[in-house]
């Protein structure tokens, strides 16, 4: 099979809202020849798959998806799916709410509330015209069951012959065989219930990442010469220059060119007190401009922004499913035909063996095959990540997947990056000691060296600088983790640390004058023409005020904290001993890289970092934590990101981890725990139909609920 004959179809799968739901389009679609799952969401209902149509047309996929009771529409290739969603038929098990209007206009709606009303009126016929009640509890049942059927059919034929509606169907079936027409009618409305408040707890998840997206505006006003122009905000092109009235939302990520004013940067990131920015400074959609007209600079296209890297995260990170998830997955699939074994044998031993009554067993293996159904066990795991994630998106903390928001709760250690994580990454020049010529030509030789270098302290030296004429250079390139080197009049000039310039130099002389800056908590470079040592620069960048707070935060959870840092020995040790944290100095991206590695094989170790030359450590660690004015190679890399920049976000996120990973276990217990109890009042003669299908469903509902409380700032 060729690439050439694959295509990847990303469809939008309306009523695929839960986590069985998923398995069901997963197994279906796999089964076919020439295709491969690629993505599947139910929080966004999105099904992504590579599909050699020339083996399987898409119409096949298609028609196999809704023979199971789903609705695929190919999206658009501009991303937008086509949601058609008038008509949902009544025997769809799973829905949310959505643009069709509330729950009861829904099909699983209509379902509970018909099935619900055929059960009232069989009740209020019991008392006066007994002699018809059954026959409305009859047709309750069979309004309830039919689209079960159809589905544990389909299920059946495309090779799941064990699921939950197969379950129910012949619980259901078994009961008015039995003439328990009534319990059976029951047993069909609780069901519902139960898959209708499974589809509004995944759509309250799905309406938290919603959210995000409307909060860019709709409309943006272009700057064209001068000339304010209304545009649609999608249209925006880097480059284009806006303007944003105050009380208005940011229409792009950008640069302030002109005004000063407070953001609200608490829609996108969580802060909770407005910034003042000004020229120079990022401002992200969807953040909100509160007091003056301010002029910026498109940086990102809709596409890129903000708002949709969050989005696509969230939405991407249900492919990694966490290890109990997928534990729970297997386990299932064993679980399902074992209660169907367990049911059967119920029925047939007892009468066969010991005489028993064949009616009553009959009954006690149909309230097994209904205690049994795995709903509530399957739901437990993905309901609280779900939740969990969406928790964290709404406040600023980005995890990618099931996966890393579980092992972000067993880190053991945390490692940080000095500059920009635990710094303000605003360095300045304190000290300049010449060596040979004028503090203004040393300045001027280091802020060329550095012009192209994009590094705090590359910046700190050219702002030092000032508007001197900076001599050309040519040929300058990054020494990564010595300095940069640039030709200037035909000589090589370098600004290096001073562990590299001694390997270059003798600074035995100067050593006593480094040590001492380094040990105010200083950065020393030292600036070369050739071999020769013109001036030692000395800069500092400031403890972050909240990193102090986070280091003592993790400590209360029992979590270490570990600097690691390119910069020299002293600086590090002074800067850490003000946090309270341990510290690794002098430091190359593969010392760190190796560093990482180490403590991994002890534990569990997350990393911390917001620089290109951080993300081999990011990927490295167990998790990786991008600060969120990192780069994109940063965020890329790592398993979760902080978009306010807060070191305290690092704690919160262990803290999250926790909670979620404490409601994984409460519900497990809820689930499986009910299921035992029930069990044994099924077996010794206590439990009715209709409470063994309320084990199930009110399992699933406590599930439900407690996966929600993570939605609760």
């Given amino acids: ?126 008392f006066l015209y007994p002699q018809y009640a059954g026959g409305f509890y009859i047709l309750a049942t069979v309004l309830g069951v039919w689209p079960l059927i159809k589905k544990a059919y389909a299920s059946a034929r495309l090779g799941d012959p064990f699921s939950i509606n197969m379950l129910v169907s012949v619980a259901s079936i078994g009961a008015l065989l039995i003439g328990e027409a009534a319990e059976a009618a029951v047993v069909v409305f609780f069901f519902a219930i139960g ?65 000063q004013s407070s953001i609200d940067d608490s829609p996108v990131t969580g802060e909770s007190v407005p910034v003042n920015k000004g020229p120079g400074s990022t401002v992200f959609a969807g953040s909100i401009n509160t007091e003056n007209v301010i002029t910026l ?130 360095p300045r020049v304190t000290d300049v000691v010449t060596l040979e010529g004028t503090e203004t030509q040393a300045l001027e030789i280091a802020a060329a060296v550095e012009s192209g270098s994009h590094h705090p302290l590359a910046k700190a030296i050219v702002e030092k600088a000032g508007t001197a004429s900076l001599p050309p250079v040519t040929e300058a390139k990054a020494l990564s983790g010595k300095g940069v080197s640039a030709v200037i009049q035909g000589v090589t000039h370098l600004v290096a640390s001073p562990k590299h310039a001694q390997t270059l130099t003798d600074l035995s002389k100067h050593q006593h004058t480094i040590e001492g800056l380094e040990q105010q908590g200083k950065t020393v470079v030292v600036v070369l023409k050739d071999t020769t040592a013109l001036a030692l620069i000395a800069i500092r960048d400031e403890a972050r005020k909240d990193a102090k707070e986070a280091i003592s935060e993790l400590k209360d959870l029992g979590v270490g904290a570990v600097m690691l840092t390119g910069d020299n020995r002293r600086t ?48 490295e660690s167990t998790v990786g934590i991008a600060m969120g004015g990192g780069t994109d190679v940063a965020l890329e890399t790592a398993d979760a990101a902080l978009l306010r920049s807060n070191a305290r976000d690092v704690p919160a996120l262990i803290r999250l981890s926790r909670r979620t990973m404490g409601n994984i276990k409460q519900n497990i217990i809820f689930a499986l725990g009910l299921k035992l109890i029930f069990l044994v009042t099924t077996l010794l003669g206590y439990t009715s139909l209709w409470m063994a299908i309320l084990a199930d469903t009110g399992a699933t509902m406590i599930v439900t609920a407690n996966a929600l409380r993570l939605l609760r700032k």
Avoid at 224 to 253: F, K
């Fill in 195 to 259: 898959e209708l408040l499974e589809g509004v707890a995944a759509g309250r998840a799905r309406s938290s990442i919603k959210a995000l997206a409307a909060l860019a505006p709709k409309t943006a006003t272009l700057m064209e010469n001068g000339v304010p122009r209304d545009i649609p905000a999608e249209a925006l092109q880097v480059g284009q220059t806006v303007r944003v009235a105050p009380g208005g939302r940011i229409p792009a990520d950008g640069t302030i060119l002109e005004g």
């Fill in 1 to 126: 099979m060729t690439e050439a004959r694959k295509n990847t179809l990303t469809y939008f799968v309306d009523e695929m809202d839960c986590a069985s739901c998923v398995k069901k389009v997963e197994a279906a679609t796999a089964r076919l020849p020439g295709a491969q799952v690629k993505r599947t969401n139910f929080t966004t209902q999105i099904l992504e798959v590579e599909l050699d149509e020339q083996q399987t047309p898409r119409k096949t996929l298609e028609q196999n998806l809704q023979s199971l009771g789903y609705k695929p529409n190919l999206r658009e290739e501009n991303g937008q799916a086509p949601h058609n969603h008038a008509g949902h038929e009544a025997g769809h098990s799973h829905t949310h709410e959505h643009e069709s209007g509330p729950w009861y206009n829904t099909g699983q709606g209509k379902l509970v509330w018909q099935t619900g009303l055929l059960l009232l009126i069989a009740y209020g016929l019991g």
């Fill in 297 to 426: 600079k498109v940086e990102k296209a809709a596409k890129d922004n903000t708002i949709a890297r969050i989005i696509k995260m969230v939405e991407e990170a249900e492919e990694s499913k966490a290890p109990t998830s997928r534990f729970i997955d297997r386990f299932s699939r064993k679980y399902t035909p074992f209660v169907v074994l367990a049911s059967l044998l119920t029925v047939l031993v007892p009468p066969l063996l010991f005489g028993g009554q064949w009616t009553e067993w009959l009954y006690k293996g149909i309230s097994l095959l209904l205690i049994g159904c795995p709903c509530a066990l399957v739901l437990s795991t993905p309901a609280a990540i779900t939740s969990g994630i969406a928790s964290g998106a709404r406040r600023g903390l980005l995890i990618k997947g099931g996966a890393a928001l579980e092992s972000l709760g067993t880190l053991k250690t945390i490692a940080f990056d000095k500059t920009g994580t635990l710094t303000e990454n605003k």
């Fill in 572 to 619: 590090g040790q002074a800067i850490a001993s003000s946090l309270g944290m341990d510290v690794q100095a002098e430091l190359l991206p593969e010392d760190k890289l190796r560093i990482i590695r180490d403590m991994k094989a002890r534990g569990g170790i997350g990393m911390v970092g917001d620089g290109i030359n951080d993300a081999p450590a990011l990927a």
